[in-house]
Protein backbone atom coordinates (compact mmCIF):
# COMPACT_ATOMS: atom_id res chain seq x y z
CA UNK A 1 0.00 0.00 0.00
CA UNK A 2 1.44 3.45 -1.28
CA UNK A 3 1.94 5.63 1.80
CA UNK A 4 0.01 8.74 0.09
CA UNK A 5 -2.71 8.02 -2.06
CA UNK A 6 -3.99 10.42 -4.70
CA UNK A 7 -6.64 10.35 -7.68
CA UNK A 8 -4.57 11.53 -11.00
CA UNK A 9 -7.90 12.08 -12.73
CA UNK A 10 -7.34 14.07 -15.27
CA UNK A 11 -10.09 16.14 -14.61
CA UNK A 12 -11.89 18.64 -16.74
CA UNK A 13 -13.95 21.50 -14.95
CA UNK A 14 -15.57 24.83 -16.69
CA UNK A 15 -14.41 27.94 -16.11
CA UNK A 16 -16.34 29.06 -12.56
CA UNK A 17 -16.47 25.39 -10.90
CA UNK A 18 -15.54 24.18 -7.63
CA UNK A 19 -12.83 22.11 -7.73
CA UNK A 20 -12.30 19.60 -4.80
CA UNK A 21 -8.42 17.26 -4.78
CA UNK A 22 -8.10 14.78 -2.43
CA UNK A 23 -5.25 12.70 -0.65
CA UNK A 24 -5.03 10.24 1.73
CA UNK A 25 -2.80 8.88 4.06
CA UNK A 26 -1.83 5.94 5.50
CA UNK A 27 1.23 6.91 8.29
CA UNK A 28 -0.33 8.99 11.52
CA UNK A 29 3.36 10.35 11.58
CA UNK A 30 3.08 12.47 9.08
CA UNK A 31 3.05 16.30 10.56
CA UNK A 32 3.29 18.70 7.53
CA UNK A 33 1.11 18.77 4.66
CA UNK A 34 1.65 20.59 1.74
CA UNK A 35 0.52 21.03 -2.32
CA UNK A 36 2.19 21.63 -4.84
CA UNK A 37 1.07 23.18 -8.31
CA UNK A 38 3.14 22.03 -11.52
CA UNK A 39 2.32 23.69 -14.83
CA UNK A 40 3.45 21.75 -18.03
CA UNK A 41 7.12 21.41 -18.38
CA UNK A 42 7.88 23.30 -14.99
CA UNK A 43 8.79 22.28 -11.52
CA UNK A 44 6.45 22.18 -8.89
CA UNK A 45 6.04 24.73 -6.40
CA UNK A 46 4.81 25.25 -3.08
CA UNK A 47 1.31 26.13 -3.33
CA UNK A 48 0.03 25.90 0.47
CA UNK A 49 1.05 24.19 3.71
CA UNK A 50 -0.52 23.36 7.17
CA UNK A 51 0.39 22.27 10.02
CA UNK A 52 -2.44 20.86 11.77
CA UNK A 53 -6.30 19.81 11.13
CA UNK A 54 -8.66 21.99 10.39
CA UNK A 55 -8.79 24.51 7.03
CA UNK A 56 -6.55 27.53 6.01
CA UNK A 57 -7.31 29.41 3.36
CA UNK A 58 -5.56 31.70 0.76
CA UNK A 59 -6.99 33.48 -1.51
CA UNK A 60 -9.65 31.45 -3.70
CA UNK A 61 -7.73 28.16 -2.82
CA UNK A 62 -8.72 26.78 0.95
CA UNK A 63 -6.91 23.75 2.37
CA UNK A 64 -8.00 21.01 4.19
CA UNK A 65 -6.78 18.57 6.39
CA UNK A 66 -8.83 15.69 8.93
CA UNK A 67 -6.28 13.86 10.56
CA UNK A 68 -8.40 11.50 12.45
CA UNK A 69 -9.28 10.35 8.94
CA UNK A 70 -5.83 10.80 7.18
CA UNK A 71 -7.52 12.71 4.71
CA UNK A 72 -6.06 15.98 2.96
CA UNK A 73 -8.50 18.10 0.53
CA UNK A 74 -7.63 21.71 -1.91
CA UNK A 75 -10.46 23.44 -2.83
CA UNK A 76 -10.64 25.78 -5.69
CA UNK A 77 -13.05 28.09 -5.84
CA UNK A 78 -14.24 30.37 -9.26
CA UNK A 79 -11.44 28.10 -10.92
CA UNK A 80 -9.80 29.77 -13.83
CA UNK A 81 -7.88 28.17 -16.86
CA UNK A 82 -4.77 29.50 -14.99
CA UNK A 83 -5.33 27.01 -12.91
CA UNK A 84 -4.95 24.24 -15.14
CA UNK A 85 -2.01 22.53 -14.15
CA UNK A 86 -1.09 18.81 -12.44
CA UNK A 87 -1.65 19.02 -8.37
CA UNK A 88 0.58 17.07 -5.92
CA UNK A 89 -0.56 16.76 -2.31
CA UNK A 90 3.10 16.19 -0.61
CA UNK A 91 3.26 15.43 3.18
CA UNK A 92 6.63 14.86 5.84
CA UNK A 93 7.10 13.80 9.19
CA UNK A 94 8.43 16.39 11.73
CA UNK A 95 12.33 17.85 11.03
CA UNK A 96 12.61 15.82 7.58
CA UNK A 97 13.59 18.81 5.90
CA UNK A 98 12.50 18.56 2.33
CA UNK A 99 11.95 14.45 2.41
CA UNK A 100 8.60 14.90 1.25
CA UNK A 101 6.14 11.84 0.16
CA UNK A 102 4.07 12.93 -3.10
CA UNK A 103 1.00 11.74 -3.86
CA UNK A 104 0.51 10.80 -7.92
CA UNK A 105 -0.52 14.42 -8.45
CA UNK A 106 -3.89 14.86 -10.21
CA UNK A 107 -3.97 16.50 -13.76
CA UNK A 108 -7.08 19.45 -13.46
CA UNK A 109 -7.73 21.59 -16.72
CA UNK A 110 -10.44 24.75 -16.64
CA UNK A 111 -12.05 24.90 -19.56
CA UNK A 112 -13.17 28.95 -20.58
CA UNK B 1 17.78 33.65 -14.63
CA UNK B 2 16.65 30.44 -12.77
CA UNK B 3 17.00 30.10 -9.35
CA UNK B 4 17.68 26.05 -9.67
CA UNK B 5 19.20 25.64 -13.00
CA UNK B 6 19.26 21.74 -14.72
CA UNK B 7 21.23 20.65 -17.28
CA UNK B 8 20.49 19.00 -19.89
CA UNK B 9 17.18 19.81 -19.98
CA UNK B 10 16.18 16.58 -22.36
CA UNK B 11 18.92 13.69 -23.21
CA UNK B 12 18.31 10.38 -25.15
CA UNK B 13 21.12 7.85 -24.50
CA UNK B 14 21.27 4.21 -24.91
CA UNK B 15 21.60 1.32 -22.72
CA UNK B 16 24.17 0.57 -20.59
CA UNK B 17 25.53 4.67 -21.11
CA UNK B 18 27.35 6.33 -18.24
CA UNK B 19 24.63 9.80 -17.67
CA UNK B 20 25.32 12.84 -15.68
CA UNK B 21 22.90 15.25 -14.65
CA UNK B 22 23.67 18.77 -13.17
CA UNK B 23 22.06 21.18 -11.20
CA UNK B 24 23.11 24.30 -9.85
CA UNK B 25 21.15 26.59 -7.58
CA UNK B 26 21.77 30.68 -6.91
CA UNK B 27 19.47 29.95 -3.78
CA UNK B 28 22.31 29.88 -0.92
CA UNK B 29 20.81 26.87 0.48
CA UNK B 30 22.25 23.96 2.35
CA UNK B 31 19.71 21.39 1.11
CA UNK B 32 19.60 19.82 -2.32
CA UNK B 33 17.88 17.08 -3.55
CA UNK B 34 17.40 14.84 -6.44
CA UNK B 35 13.75 13.39 -7.34
CA UNK B 36 12.70 11.21 -10.37
CA UNK B 37 9.32 11.78 -11.38
CA UNK B 38 6.93 8.95 -13.95
CA UNK B 39 3.32 8.94 -14.70
CA UNK B 40 0.60 7.17 -12.07
CA UNK B 41 3.72 7.63 -9.46
CA UNK B 42 4.30 10.76 -8.68
CA UNK B 43 7.90 12.11 -7.78
CA UNK B 44 10.10 9.57 -5.57
CA UNK B 45 13.31 11.41 -3.76
CA UNK B 46 16.62 9.56 -4.98
CA UNK B 47 19.21 11.18 -3.23
CA UNK B 48 19.65 14.28 -0.97
CA UNK B 49 22.11 16.27 0.73
CA UNK B 50 21.79 18.69 3.95
CA UNK B 51 25.26 20.31 3.26
CA UNK B 52 28.25 19.67 1.29
CA UNK B 53 30.21 16.93 3.48
CA UNK B 54 26.42 15.43 4.13
CA UNK B 55 25.57 12.26 0.87
CA UNK B 56 22.36 10.48 1.78
CA UNK B 57 20.39 7.80 0.35
CA UNK B 58 16.45 8.50 -0.69
CA UNK B 59 13.38 6.35 -1.56
CA UNK B 60 14.70 4.64 -4.80
CA UNK B 61 18.44 5.15 -4.84
CA UNK B 62 19.67 1.69 -6.58
CA UNK B 63 21.14 2.26 -9.78
CA UNK B 64 21.62 6.03 -9.03
CA UNK B 65 24.99 8.04 -7.25
CA UNK B 66 25.68 11.36 -6.38
CA UNK B 67 28.22 14.17 -6.39
CA UNK B 68 28.18 17.43 -4.12
CA UNK B 69 30.99 19.54 -5.43
CA UNK B 70 29.76 22.76 -3.64
CA UNK B 71 26.73 24.48 -1.75
CA UNK B 72 25.65 25.60 -5.10
CA UNK B 73 26.59 22.47 -7.28
CA UNK B 74 24.47 18.64 -6.97
CA UNK B 75 24.99 16.19 -9.87
CA UNK B 76 23.40 12.96 -9.98
CA UNK B 77 25.22 10.30 -11.85
CA UNK B 78 23.67 7.07 -14.11
CA UNK B 79 26.55 4.73 -14.00
CA UNK B 80 25.11 2.32 -16.55
CA UNK B 81 21.67 3.44 -17.61
CA UNK B 82 18.77 1.13 -18.58
CA UNK B 83 15.22 1.78 -20.01
CA UNK B 84 13.27 2.25 -16.92
CA UNK B 85 15.57 5.00 -16.02
CA UNK B 86 13.65 6.89 -18.80
CA UNK B 87 11.92 10.10 -16.38
CA UNK B 88 11.68 13.04 -15.63
CA UNK B 89 14.24 14.16 -13.08
CA UNK B 90 13.97 17.40 -10.79
CA UNK B 91 16.60 18.56 -8.21
CA UNK B 92 15.26 21.39 -5.63
CA UNK B 93 16.86 22.64 -3.04
CA UNK B 94 15.49 24.25 0.68
CA UNK B 95 16.62 26.07 3.53
CA UNK B 96 17.60 25.07 6.56
CA UNK B 97 14.50 24.71 8.92
CA UNK B 98 13.67 27.90 10.85
CA UNK B 99 10.70 26.24 12.65
CA UNK B 100 8.58 24.16 11.44
CA UNK B 101 7.82 26.29 8.23
CA UNK B 102 10.84 25.28 6.71
CA UNK B 103 10.85 21.90 6.63
CA UNK B 104 8.42 21.36 3.98
CA UNK B 105 9.24 24.07 0.70
CA UNK B 106 11.13 22.92 -1.99
CA UNK B 107 12.37 24.93 -4.79
CA UNK B 108 12.74 23.01 -8.33
CA UNK B 109 14.78 23.55 -11.00
CA UNK B 110 12.39 22.79 -14.73
CA UNK B 111 13.56 19.38 -14.94
CA UNK B 112 15.90 17.18 -16.96
CA UNK B 113 13.91 14.62 -19.19
CA UNK B 114 15.70 11.34 -20.21
CA UNK B 115 14.86 8.85 -22.66
CA UNK B 116 17.44 5.38 -22.21
CA UNK B 117 16.46 3.29 -24.91
Known amino acids: QKEVEQDPGPLSVPEGAIVSLNCTYS??????FMWYRQYSRKGPELLMY????GNKEDGRFTAQVDKSSKYISLFIRDSQPSDSATYLC????????????FGQGTELSVKP | DADVTQTPRNRITKTGKRIMLECSQT?????MYWYRQDPGLGLRLIYY???????NKGEISDGYSVSRQAQAKFSLSLESAIPNQTALYFC????????????????FGEGSRLTVL
Open chain 2, 92 to 107: ATSPRPSGWIGTGELF
Open chain 2, 27 to 31: KGHDR
Open chain 1, 27 to 32: NSAFQY
Open chain 1, 90 to 101: ALSHYNQGGKLI
Open chain 1, 50 to 53: TYSS
Open chain 2, 49 to 55: SFDVKDI
